[in-house]
């Protein structure tokens, strides 16, 4: 939205242009040394203030003009015809090319017949106004060209973002299905020595309570991610339990990686294991491909109340996967399910870090 200061723009710059025609135009009726009488400098100051509406009315406002300067040279004056070189120029710059050009000619031939004016002035005017046009369009052009692809770049990230949460959905449903499943053995384990054993029984079924609040969390964070119907993939989901052999797999891709554990490691929920995973998984990966990294350090740090994950590479690359990547969505995607913080960037002692931070609540 435009603020009261550019919309006053216009106005000032008519105006000022509108004055700058006329001081002009009374100092070429001077020129010749003769007397000039009340009445042409009336008329130039008239035809000065027609100069405000030019914007609006470009081919009225250039025949006002022109009618001026006509009716000066014949009262015996020499015009200098100011005022229609401005209104040329304002027609060109404002009006279809066709309507300009139509315009120009029959204007130039009067100035030149009546000795207004040499022909390369009116050109020339609207040259410039033709000129300034066409830079006007272009710019418009590429400032909507830039919000085009600003909104297709809003997007795309926002298609990213739907895909990585169905992704993390299908997963979450895994790690749900398989703790109902355990808790379904563990009822009927317990439901067998009820009578028999009633101690095994009550321990039996306290680690089922345990495993159903923590299914519960997962299902009220799969509840919030999915938006359709998606099917559960039935293959096994990784862990921080395989996390040896995926960066083993890096290493034998020529990535060195140096993977360092602080901390007692704890039982974790699924979910929070799974994005710890997927999340060390992304960071190698872009590490792998764009930043050209000669050394990699992977560090987890078990926490009372969080696992803190961190990716440091001193490669160049800028962590996000080139054109049409979005690694760092889906990264943000799976710490943000889980409550936790992302940072991601560049640091000032070289190279790209990734530094997640996922609650873990209560050690499972």
């Given at each position: ?6 919309a ?41 203030a ?63 017949a ?5 022909p ?5 005017a ?62 009927r ?21 345990a ?12 509840l ?10 039935t293959?096994?989901?990784p862990?921080?339990a ?23 490691p704890?039982?974790?929920p699924?979910?929070v ?24 350090t992977?560090r ?17 690359g ?11 969505v ?17 640091v000032?002692?070289g190279?790209f ?12």
């Open positions: 939205m435009r603020g009261p200061r550019a006053h723009r216009p106005v000032l710059s008519d105006i000022a242009v509108a004055v700058a025609a006329t001081v002009v135009e009374v100092g070429l009726l001077f020129n010749d040394g003769g007397r000039v009488a009340a009445l042409p400098i009336a008329v130039t100051a008239l035809t000065g027609v100069l405000l509406a030019r914007r609006r009315f470009g081919v009225a406002v250039t025949a006002v003009t022109v009618a001026a300067a006509a009716g000066l040279t014949a009262a015996g004056y020499s015009p200098g015809g100011a005022p229609v070189v401005v209104a040329l120029w304002s027609l060109a710059e404002t009006r279809d090319r066709r309507v300009s050009l139509a315009v120009l000619a029959p204007v130039v031939v009067f100035l030149v009546d000795s207004v004016s040499a390369p002035v009116p050109i020339g609207w040259m410039l106004g033709a000129y300034m046009q066409t830079r006007r369009r272009y710019v418009r052009a590429v400032e909507e060209r830039a919000a085009t692809l600003e909104r297709e770049r809003e997007q795309l990230d926002l298609i990213a973002a739907q895909r990585e949460r169905g992704s993390i959905a299908r997963e979450l449903h895994d790690i749900v299905a398989h703790s109902v499943t355990v808790m379904l053995i563990g009822v384990g317990a439901r067998d020595v009820l009578e028999t054993e009633p101690r095994v029984a009550a321990r039996t079924l306290e680690r089922v309570e495993s159903a609040e923590e299914s519960l969390a997962e299902l009220r964070r799969i919030v991610l999915l938006r359709g119907e998606h099917a559960a993939e293959r096994p989901q862990s921080l395989d996390l040896d052999d995926l960066v083993a797999g890096f290493r034998a891709a020529g990535l060195p990686v140096r993977l360092e554990i602080a901390g007692e704890l039982g974790l699924g979910g294991e799974l994005s710890a995973y997927r999340i060390i998984e992304e960071a190698l990966t872009n590490a792998l491909k764009h930043a050209g990294a000669a050394a990699v992977v987890l740090t078990y926490g009372r109340a969080d696992l803190e994950v961190r990716v440091h590479d001193d490669g160049t800028t962590g996000e996967p080139g054109p049409g990547g979005h690694g760092l889906g990264m943000r995607e799976r710490v943000a399910v889980h409550g936790g913080e992302l940072e991601a960037g560049r000032p002692g190279g870090r990734v530094a997640a931070r996922l609650p873990i609540g209560e050690p499972a």
